[in-house]
């Protein structure tokens, strides 16, 4: 997990510029990501988390397969017949400009003032909009492996959306979200400074043991 210093990468800028239009919007443009009012409360919190995607075995393999396939395909166009050789070009470009990006995912999270919003980039390149959170839509936010999600598990109506980077090792939380009536369960990784955020938006809705 790598927390954003406040240095914007090109291809983050579009995201960066929404997100002032949006602030500016509410008449609160921030004079700094972490803004203190007089009685203690946090103000106008901007906060961006990476998460590196492991990639699975089988991803790696597919990637394997398709290379592989598209070489052997060109070679025997080029001793057997040139059709053949069109069809490895056809899947060769295929895999490079739609599967493949695909396979190695990176999600950042930007959070802005109790509003949650998860991109997905794909091979470091392509960017995408996946996931949008309010945390006034929020019913609880616990760790993955709480007592206090048991009611929330194996509904079939729920949908389970998993945007942590797979390592069993990284602590990872589940925010339940009831969004136009129909029940999410969202699994992140989250930092304290968010954690604590969202705990002043919605206290009783924060349970962190």
Not at 78 to 106: D, N
Not at 201 to 209: S, Y
Request: with cysteine.
């Amino acid at each position: 997990m790598r927390v954003s210093d406040g240095r914007l990468p090109s291809f983050m800028l579009e995201s960066f510029y929404g997100i002032i239009i949006r602030l500016a919007a509410k008449g609160a443009m921030p004079k700094d990501t972490n803004d203190v009012l007089e009685d203690g409360r946090m103000s106008d919190l901007y906060r961006e988390i990476l998460i590196q995607r492991k990639t699975p075995i089988g991803n790696k393999i597919l990637k394997g397969v398709l290379i592989g396939l598209t070489v052997f395909l060109i070679i025997a166009g080029i001793l057997l017949h040139p059709i053949i050789m069109l069809v490895g070009v056809a899947v060769g470009l295929a895999s490079w400009f739609f599967a493949i990006p695909k396979l190695e995912v990176e999600y950042e999270y930007l959070y802005v003032n109790g509003e949650l919003d998860i991109d997905a980039i794909y091979s470091k390149q392509k960017r995408k909009r996946i996931a949008s959170y309010d945390m006034q839509e929020l019913e609880i936010l616990a760790p993955e492996k709480s007592h206090a999600l048991d009611c929330y598990k194996n509904q079939q109506e729920t949908k389970v959306k998993d945007f942590t980077s797979g390592d069993l090792d990284a602590k990872a939380y589940i925010l339940v979200m009831n969004k136009e009536n129909k029940r999410e369960m969202v699994k992140v990784e989250l930092d304290d400074v968010i954690l604590n955020d969202i705990r002043r938006i919605a206290p009783r809705k924060v349970n962190l043991l």
